[in-house]
């Protein structure tokens, strides 16, 4: 794959809302006509706050963005990576239930579990999680991988979580992701995501070290460590994107594909008032 070179300027540009935003090549060396524009959008850590109160977007609002984007892209993919509910939140809870709904409606194409979340609710989800080193036997809604087809791009997803209170550790995280990227490919895989819930702080565990040891993962949606990271990291050839924490912002990755391969990438977030201007001109 190729260097990604990050390009230090923060731009504000309508149409990707006004969060910040950097762009990942340096586009002024790479022609983008002829390509076709990917949207993904992602969030994590949520921990069941899904209403509308001080910093939270809200789910309705993040449910109107993503309509947003549906509306103006061809191609949008929307994930998640992990801790949606709490530890302490029961199944049968109005937390639960509340998060369940939110994530629902959201629409989510995927999501990874966290180490807070029961593996009963993939029972609930009308989306599939996707874990290649936790326990799943047993849970029809959940895969080791599996692969999204976008308008002729085959796209590879594959899921790990640092820990789980609920679904024991099969494998060690990094032989499972080399596993999970050889079999992606295999598949005919032409980019290849990793929902990690491994936090960019756990030094040989963070998602950092992964993006380092584990060639073939373009991109890496993380959680778990709650950081913010506005325009993304990039780690060797991984582009390594996290939106902080109790949906006070919708991450967004942007992706140029041109004859199947993605050439450029543009990583930003989006807070509640960036969603409010978003909406405003629909």
């Known amino acids: 794959m190729r260097k990604l070179v990050i390009l230090g300027i923060l731009i504000c540009i309508f149409l990707m809302g006004c969060g910040d935003k950097t762009n990942l090549e340096e586009t002024t060396k790479i022609d983008l006509s002829g390509t076709k524009e990917y949207i993904i959008l992602h969030t994590n850590d949520i921990h069941d706050f899904v209403d509308e109160e001080g910093d939270s977007i809200g789910y309705q609002n993040i449910v109107a963005a993503v309509n947003y984007y549906k509306e103006n892209y061809d191609n949008v993919l929307v ?3 992990g801790d949606m509910n709490n530890t302490n939140s029961a199944m049968d809870s109005s937390e639960t239930r509340d998060m369940v709904l939110a994530a629902n409606a959201i629409g989510y194409d995927a999501w990874t579990l966290g180490n807070n979340d029961n593996i009963e609710l993939t029972k609930e989800m009308d989306f599939p999680m996707v ?4 326990n799943i036997e047993g849970y029809s809604n959940c895969k080791s ?3 999204i087809e976008k308008d002729g791009l085959k796209i590879g997803i594959f899921g790990l979580s640092a820990y789980s209170s609920f679904a024991p550790e099969t494998m060690d995280k990094k032989e499972a992701a080399k596993a999970a990227v050889k079999e992606l490919k295999s598949q005919g895989a032409e980019f290849i995501i990793c929902l990690g819930h491994l936090g960019v702080t756990k030094g040989d565990e963070s998602s950092y070290s992964l993006a380092q040891n584990v060639p073939g993962i373009d991109l890496i949606i993380d959680g778990h460590s709650h950081t913010l990271l506005k325009n993304g990291k990039i780690v060797g050839d991984t582009l390594v994107v996290q939106a902080g924490e109790h ?3 919708l991450g967004v990755v942007k992706l140029y594909v ?8 543009e990583a930003s977030v989006l807070s509640k008032a960036d969603i409010s201007l978003l909406l405003e001109g629909r």
């Open 247 to 249: 949906l006070e912002y």
């Open 131 to 134: 874990s290649s080193n936790l």
């Open 79 to 81: 994930f998640d990576a």
């Open 145 to 147: 991988n599996l692969i």
């Open 258 to 265: 041109k004859d199947n391969k993605v050439i450029s990438m």
